[in-house]
């Protein structure tokens, strides 16, 4: 039962006199719903109990961490058809995809789990002590990575669940062993409610500390920006706009304490058609990207925006081919009426500069709030002198470059900004004799694909979600894959400590059985 009301650690409380409603962009209607907005005392009393928490939550074990995030899993599983009812209801997409997005969220929480209990990613090194070193003695110096404290996760709108309130953000910063305070999306604040009540039970079951996690409602941006000036507070997820992300990263660096704030955010993931795939399978890439530009409604943040090939009769053949492909597929309900206004304002602004060509604009009737898809021509020139082509519009477009050759093509990828992915298309031989275009798109990407499609993201230890600014405002950490919790610690070193009251990680007897550096040999082995 949905309640309205905020996660103050374990309790409900609905102490703000602002109210607001989700949406059902399908029948272009509000939610029953009403939720009550998180007042600045809640915020203060939701962040006070995570700072106490972190005290206690940050010492617990590995294994304990994993049975709360195990046990996360299960709690958002037993809410069954609740909670895939209410994800469609407030979000317009479809059954299969909430589906498939609550196995990804179960999948993150017990990825995290194994992480923890095989317990190497704290990356312990140990350099021992040389009493005798000369001209200097040596120093027993031993360091592993800490958890920064309470940390804040926005809720995504295009993810209720998987990047939202028991999304990656918080399963990495939970695994740290940092308490969460999630400021939960407007437009799914429904969903958000019940996956906060599974971890609350989950947290209750496993014996966490109260104040281990809080929900927040908020409607506009007030919530957020409190959390994220807040003293107590030591670091920010986010996934969004890049509008919003970089307004966070201003209130954080204006601190009187900085904190890193970890965002994802634009990105138009530019595609390379190399000649041997316009010569050989133009037209198969063709559906696939089709397909791909349109998938849940062009809602993705890895949608692929641009395409860039040599022009040519093959291209014109590609172009031809995808424009055709785009309009056979059924248009796609957006997640919210402003989502939808959005898209059709970039659409339009794109498809009104100088030079530019509408090669595919759906034009049929379709349901309230459903995105028409569009693709758009330009040559190399206009693209590189009009930098408003190399706009993301948040939805099933995507912009076709024709460049001159592959001189133009590579000037065109060193003048994009940081993307998320790039990808190339062609064949092996095609990247021996283009290196300079593949280190060119290298340079500018978090994830470089070759032959295949980015929407898409697989959740493992060698996935890097992330990319050189504004895809996301840190490029050397990724917010999917088990490497993510490595935003929420810092390393310590211990200088000449007593071995007995080393944390266990550090110490001789490897109690832990840990995987550590030292003298520079990975080992297991127990240190006399």
């Known amino acids: 039962m949905i309640s309205g009301t905020n996660a103050i650690g374990n309790k409900s409380s609905k102490q703000g006199n602002k109210t607001f409603k989700t949406f059902d962009p399908k029948k272009n209607v509000e939610?029953?719903?009403?939720?009550?907005?998180?007042?600045?005392?809640?915020?203060?009393?939701?962040?006070?109990?995570?700072?106490?928490?972190?005290?206690?939550?940050?010492?617990?074990?590995?294994?304990?961490?994993?049975?709360?995030?195990?046990?996360?899993?299960?709690?958002?599983e037993a809410l069954g058809e609740e909670l895939i009812e209410t994800y469609c209801k407030e979000s317009?997409?479809?059954?299969?995809?909430?589906?498939?997005?609550?196995?990804?969220?179960?999948?993150?929480?017990?990825?995290?789990?194994?992480?923890?209990?095989?317990?190497?990613?704290?990356?312990a090194v140990i350099e021992q002590a040389q009493p005798?070193?000369?001209?200097?003695?040596?120093s027993d110096i031993r360091k592993m990575l800490f958890a920064l404290g309470p940390v804040t996760v926005f809720g995504a709108s295009n993810f209720p669940l998987a990047f939202s309130t028991a999304g990656?953000?918080?399963a990495s910063a939970l695994a740290a062993g940092c308490p969460v305070i999630v400021k939960s999306h407007p437009m799914h604040a429904g969903t958000g409610e019940l996956v906060s009540n599974a971890i609350l039970k989950a947290a209750a079951k496993t014996g966490m500390p109260n104040g281990v996690f809080s929900n927040l409602n908020s409607s506009g941006i007030e919530v957020g920006q409190q959390l994220v000036r807040h003293p107590k507070v030591k670091?920010?997820?986010?996934?969004?706009?890049?509008?919003?992300?970089t307004a966070l990263y201003k209130l954080a660096n204006e601190r009187k304490e900085p904190i890193p704030v970890f965002a994802e955010m634009g990105s138009i993931n530019p595609v390379v058609i190399l000649p041997s795939?316009?010569?050989?399978?133009?037209?198969?890439?063709?559906?696939?990207?089709?397909?791909?530009?349109?998938?849940?409604?062009?809602?993705?943040c890895t949608n692929p925006g641009l395409v860039l090939a040599v022009k040519g009769e093959k291209l014109d053949s590609f172009i031809k081919s995808?424009?055709?492909e785009i309009l056979k597929l059924e248009p796609a309900c957006m997640l919210h009426p402003n989502i939808y206004s959005k898209y059709n304002e970039g659409k339009e602004e794109l498809s009104a500069q100088s030079g530019v060509i509408i090669t595919a604009d759906y034009t049929k009737n379709t349901g309230v709030n459903t995105a028409k898809p569009s693709i758009l021509k330009v040559s190399g020139e206009n693209f590189l002198t009009n930098t408003t082509l190399h706009n993301e519009v948040f939805g099933p477009f995507s912009v076709v470059v024709e460049c001159e050759n592959t001189v133009e093509m590579e000037n065109i990828l060193n003048h994009l900004e940081g993307q998320?992915?790039?990808?190339?298309?062609?064949?092996?031989?095609?990247?021996?004799?283009?290196?300079?275009?593949?280190?060119a798109l290298q340079s500018k990407v978090g994830r470089i694909l070759f032959n295949g499609v980015p929407t898409g993201v697989e959740v493992n230890s060698s996935m890097v979600h992330g990319g050189p600014f504004p895809a996301s405002t840190n490029p050397r950490f990724t917010s999917v894959g088990t490497s993510a919790i490595k935003r929420w610690v810092r390393p310590v070193s211990f200088q000449d400590w007593p071995n007995k009251l080393l944390p266990l990680a550090l110490q001789n007897e490897n109690p832990l059985n840990i995987t550590r550096l030292v003298e520079g040999e990975y080992t297991k082995t127990k240190l006399l």
């Open 235 to 245: 670091a920010v997820g986010f996934t969004g706009s890049i509008k919003g992300g």
């Open 31 to 76: 939610t029953q719903w009403t939720f009550y907005e998180a007042s600045s005392n809640e915020i203060d009393e939701a962040v006070a109990l995570a700072e106490s928490a972190f005290k206690v939550y940050k010492d617990f074990t590995g294994t304990k961490k994993a049975e709360f995030l195990e046990a996360i899993a299960i709690e958002i």
């Open 92 to 123: 317009g997409l479809p059954e299969g995809r909430a589906r498939g997005e609550r196995g990804r969220t179960m999948g993150q929480l017990r990825a995290f789990a194994n992480l923890l209990r095989e317990g190497s990613w704290v990356e």
């Open 420 to 439: 998320l992915t790039g990808t190339i298309l062609g064949s092996e031989e095609d990247l021996e004799n283009n290196a300079e275009i593949v280190d």
């Open 322 to 324: 995808l424009s055709e």
């Open 168 to 170: 990656g953000d918080t």
């Open 132 to 138: 005798n070193r000369e001209p200097m003695p040596k």
């Open 277 to 300: 795939a316009l010569e050989n399978e133009g037209n198969a890439w063709a559906s696939k990207y089709a397909s791909s530009i349109t998938l849940g409604a062009g809602q993705f």
